[in-house]
Every structure is written in C-alpha cells, then in structure tokens.
C-alpha cells in the first residue's frame, strides 16, 4: 500500500512558477520495489491527462508535448518525494494536479517513460489545487 500526498498549488499570474511535490509513504523506490510515478492534470470539466512521468529507479522520464521545456519532473535522493516544476504557467494550465503512482517490475522502468493513462495506476493523492491568472 503506498500513500501520496500532494503540496505546493496555489493561485500565480500566467508566466509564473510553481513548484509541486508528492510524499510517497513508504517510499517509491529501493531495491526490489520500483514505481512508475506521475503528474496528473485535471481541468475542470475535463478528463485527467498525464502531465509527467518518471521511473523511481531513474533513467526514464516522459512529457506530453504541452508541458515539453515547461515542467520538470523529480524525485529526491530518498525516493520518497516526487516535484513537479512548473514555468512558464498559463491560464489553461489552472486545475486539480494528483500524483500517481504503480509498482512495475525492476526492469519495466521503460513503461514510465511512455504516455500512460489514469487506468495504469493504482495509487493516488487527493490533488492539489493550480491556478493561472491572465
């Protein structure tokens, strides 16, 4: 069982930064237990779409074309903290971020660096809150 806690949303004018970040317990990632984690996006009305995701044991990353040079996906050192860095931010960028995340086997990392959709995974925070200003 993983729990995710999601921090860091608040209300920016468009151009502004954010950054998020996603407490993984117990862990994402050792030895033997690896994850694909993600960002999601939810704008109001619409369906979630991943926004970012990234393999717990390294060396995979994946970014749609909308956020591509925009966000930057993270983990730190310990494996139990996933950031999502967010310039540039526009208004379409407002609505509900979750983390996400999925044990793969250790040498499935290659999956998390490929589009996923929200049926993949399944563990998820409670989001938190993006808004952009024009």
């Known amino acids: 069982q993983v729990q995710l806690v999601e921090s860091g949303g608040d209300s920016v004018q468009a151009g502004g930064s954010l950054r998020l970040s996603c407490a993984a317990s117990?862990?994402?990632?050792?030895?033997?237990?690896?994850?694909?984690m993600a960002w999601f996006f939810q704008a109001p009305g619409k369906e979630r779409e991943e926004v970012a995701g990234?393999?717990?044991?390294?060396?995979?990353?994946y970014y749609p074309d909308s956020v591509k040079g925009r966000f930057t996906v993270s983990q730190n050192s310990a494996k139990n903290t996933m950031y999502l860095q967010m310039n540039s931010l526009k208004p379409e960028d407002t609505g509900m971020y979750y983390c996400?995340?999925?044990?793969?086997?250790?040498?499935?990392?290659?999956?998390?660096?490929?589009?996923?959709?929200?049926?993949?995974?399944?563990?998820w925070g409670q989001g938190t809150q993006v808004t952009v200003s024009s």
């Open positions: 990234i393999f717990s044991g390294g060396g995979y990353t």
């Open positions: 996400a995340a999925q044990r793969v086997v250790v040498n499935g990392g290659w999956r998390c660096g490929r589009p996923l959709s929200r049926t993949d995974f399944g563990y």
């Open positions: 117990p862990a994402s990632g050792t030895t033997d237990t690896v994850y694909c």
